[in-house]
């Protein structure tokens, strides 16, 4: 039986990740079993990348060359994943055209939409269903426009690495993908994923993502106020973020540097919260069902809960691992600490193996 393998590369603030998947005849489109043959993350330094984007090439494309070394990957041809606050997502209505068509019209279509010059944006067209209009079927969708630097910062560091990009796609997706073949592709369900400086928000309908918003803060927001505020090593911020949390019980001790994470967590809050009120107002009868949290943020204690009242919505983590297993003889340390921080780069496997 053919198979088919692809390799998923996740440019954090933190660190690469990288997921090789080995999916059988079909793949990931058609439903064929998949499974996690490599994986690996080296971490990088604060500032190698900044705000979701390459900011230290060299730095970037050292580190890639360590975990393509360490883990032995099969091949140097990678999906690459963009999300930050220079990529747009928006609602838009296209005719029904071929492929290839539909994409050189894009230009022309989206003059005056996007806060860019479309000469220095990367386009790309995401089709969610058709209707019937008066000029003819339509086609309902999302439009993703990026600042043409933003791709090539990542893109450029990765091929100073030694490796080939096939692909580029939008972390937001990568993370609905994924998520909704773990059990969630049903009913209004928000992916939530927390990094460390970026947050993607993905609203999916029945496994049909119809809704991104890219927030401009994570984790590491909450870890540098704690820093800054107590005259604290980051390390030592970090941990003590971890043993804190937000709304659970705190020693007197404790108190300044809960007072801190509950404001900077509640600011993060919020925005998720607030997304998911403006797409439900405007899509009537819409409103999120569930949200699925991952990325390394999504693991502060309380926050789960916290944002499951201030939503009012059922709040749980996803197991990406769920529906693509590691293989026999992969080691699961090689993953790290939890398998949800990979849900970006398992999605990007995905994407090019449907």
Same mark, same amino acid.
């Given at each position: 039986?053919?198979?088919?393998?692809?390799?998923?590369?996740?440019?954090?603030?933190?660190?690469?990740?990288?997921?090789?998947?080995?999916?059988? #005849?079909?793949?990931?489109?058609?439903?064929?079993?998949?499974?996690?043959?490599?994986?690996?993350?080296?971490?990088?330094?604060?500032?190698? /990348?900044? !705000?979701? &984007?390459?900011? &230290?090439?060299?730095?970037?494309?050292?580190?890639?060359? +360590?975990?393509?070394?360490?883990?032995?990957?099969?091949?140097?041809?990678?999906?690459?994943?963009?999300? #930050?606050?220079?990529?747009?997502?928006?609602?838009?209505?296209?005719?029904?055209?071929?492929?290839? $068509?539909?994409?050189?019209?894009?230009? =022309? $279509?989206?003059?005056?939409?996007?806060?860019?010059?479309?000469?220095?944006?990367?386009?790309? =067209?995401?089709?969610?269903?058709?209707?019937?209009?008066?000029?003819?079927?339509?086609?309902?969708?999302?439009?993703?426009?990026?600042?043409?630097?933003?791709?090539?910062?990542?893109?450029?560091?990765?091929?100073?690495?030694?490796? +080939?990009?096939?692909?580029?796609?939008?972390?937001?997706?990568?993370?609905? +993908?994924?998520?909704?073949?773990?059990?969630?592709?049903?009913?209004?369900?928000?992916?939530? !994923?927390?990094?460390?400086?970026?947050?993607?928000?993905?609203?999916?309908?029945?496994?049909?993502?119809?809704?991104?918003?890219?927030? *401009?803060?994570?984790?590491?927001?909450?870890?540098?106020?704690?820093?800054?505020?107590?005259?604290?090593?980051?390390?030592?911020?970090?941990?003590?973020?971890? &043993?804190?949390?937000?709304?659970?019980?705190?020693?007197?001790?404790?108190?300044?540097?809960? $007072?801190?994470?509950?404001?900077?967590?509640?600011?993060?809050?919020?925005?998720?919260?607030?997304?998911?009120?403006?797409? %439900?107002?405007?899509?009537?009868?819409? %409103?999120?069902?569930?949200?699925?949290?991952?990325?390394?943020?999504?693991?502060?204690?309380?926050?789960?809960?916290?944002?499951?009242?201030?939503? +009012?919505?059922?709040?749980?983590?996803?197991?990406?691992?769920?529906?693509? *297993?590691?293989?026999?003889?992969?080691?699961?340390?090689?993953?790290?600490?939890?398998?949800?921080?990979?849900? /970006?780069?398992?999605?990007?496997?995905?994407?090019?193996?449907?």
């Amino acid at each position: 039986m053919a198979k088919t393998r692809v390799i998923g590369l996740d440019i954090g603030t933190t660190g690469v990740r990288a997921v090789e998947v080995e999916f059988d #005849n079909g793949g990931a489109a058609k439903g064929a079993p998949g499974r996690v043959v490599r994986a690996g993350f080296v971490p990088l330094p604060w500032g190698a /990348v900044h !705000d979701g &984007e390459v900011a &230290e090439p060299a730095t970037v494309s050292s580190a890639i060359k +360590r975990l393509w070394a360490e883990q032995k990957f099969s091949s140097k041809e990678v999906v690459v994943g963009v999300g #930050n606050q220079r990529v747009l997502v928006r609602e838009l209505d296209m005719p029904a055209l071929p492929p290839a $068509q539909l994409r050189a019209a894009l230009p =022309f $279509q989206v003059e005056g939409l996007i806060p860019v010059a479309v000469g220095d944006a990367l386009l790309d =067209f995401y089709p969610v269903s058709t209707s019937a209009g008066a000029d003819g079927q339509q086609l309902h969708g999302l439009l993703v426009a990026a600042t043409a630097e933003t791709v090539l910062a990542n893109t450029r560091a990765v091929e100073a690495a030694g490796l +080939r990009p096939t692909m580029v796609d939008l972390n937001a997706f990568a993370v609905a +993908r994924v998520q909704t073949r773990s059990g969630f592709g049903t009913g209004v369900v928000a992916f939530v !994923d927390i990094g460390a400086r970026v947050t993607n928000v993905s609203i999916v309908v029945d496994g049909h993502p119809r809704f991104v918003r890219i927030l *401009p803060s994570g984790g590491h927001d909450i870890t540098e106020a704690l820093s800054s505020t107590l005259d604290i090593p980051q390390q030592e911020a970090e941990q003590v973020k971890r &043993e804190i949390g937000i709304g659970l019980a705190t020693a007197p001790e404790g108190l300044p540097a809960k $007072q801190i994470i509950a404001e900077v967590a509640t600011g993060l809050v919020d925005a998720v919260r607030n997304t998911l009120v403006y797409y %439900a107002s405007s899509n009537p009868g819409g %409103a999120v069902q569930q949200i699925v949290l991952s990325g390394g943020g999504a693991f502060l204690p309380g926050l789960g809960q916290y944002l499951a009242s201030a939503a +009012r919505v059922q709040v749980v983590v996803g197991e990406p691992l769920s529906s693509l *297993p590691l293989a026999k003889g992969v080691d699961p340390r090689s993953l790290g600490a939890d398998p949800a921080t990979y849900v /970006v780069p398992l999605g990007l496997a995905m994407g090019v193996a449907a």
